[in-house]
């Protein structure tokens, strides 16, 4: 069975730009989450969807939002770039019920 | 304001001796946690968890105590493989649904 898989794997953009990130959950998963991973720090939660609703949301502006899609699919959207938002974000998927995520390779965002 | 705490960011252990790493978090509300294991360029792997009705959980070479009056938990790994060269994360979350603060990391090195 496949993983988690993320696209894109890199990504270069300019302040003020907008990004889209992409998440396929395993097979049968109906939970994601969405994570931000700044160099020397541990993931901080973002968003988490379940059956297509927002479930939960962390301490991130208004310009960070996302959705999940009938195949329970994901996007993350980051608005007006800034230079801190130059990070890996993770996205994570879990059956629903259980606690255990798995997580994908993410996505390397740089902001120049 | 960081709940979940690993306040050793480096562990080196030689080849066959135990690791242990630590995690202490502030929020008492905090009744599930979780120990991830991440190589670089991948996602984080689940290692193994616990819930606040326990203090002890094994798996395999894995276990994760838990002192809840302390708000402490620790991983040791016995005996320590040099495939366990890792940067290890504990997560904790007050609900059943994924919201979870990580730690910022301990890069462990086993060495020969």
């Known amino acids: 069975d496949a993983g988690v898989t993320q696209s894109p794997t890199h990504l270069i953009k300019t302040r003020g730009q907008h990004v889209t990130l992409r998440c396929s959950p395993i097979s049968g998963h109906k939970s994601v989450s969405w994570y931000q991973q700044v160099l020397g720090q541990g993931p901080q939660f973002i968003f988490q969807y379940y059956e297509k609703e927002e479930r939960g949301r962390g301490n991130f502006p208004d310009r960070f939002s996302a959705r999940q899609f009938p195949n329970y699919s994901s996007e993350l959207n980051v608005n007006a770039l800034l230079l801190g938002d130059s990070a890996l974000y993770l996205c994570a998927s879990s059956f629903g019920l259980t606690n255990e995520q798995f997580f994908g390779p993410g996505t390397r965002l740089t902001v120049l | 304001d960081q709940q979940v705490k690993q306040n050793s960011p480096s562990l080196s252990v030689q080849e066959g001796r135990i690791s242990i790493l630590n995690c202490d978090y502030t929020n008492s509300m905090f009744d599930y946690f979780l120990w991830y294991k991440k190589y670089p360029a991948e996602g984080p792997t689940f290692l193994i968890s616990i819930s606040s009705i326990k203090d002890k959980n094994e798996d395999g070479r894995f276990t994760v105590f838990l002192n809840k009056s302390a708000k402490h938990l620790s991983l040791h790994i016995v005996p320590s493989q040099p495939g366990d060269s890792a940067v290890y994360f504990c997560?904790?979350?007050?609900?059943?649904?994924?919201?979870?603060?990580f730690g910022a990391g301990t890069q462990v090195v086993v060495t020969p």
């Open positions: 997560a904790a979350s007050a609900d059943s649904w994924g919201k979870f603060q």
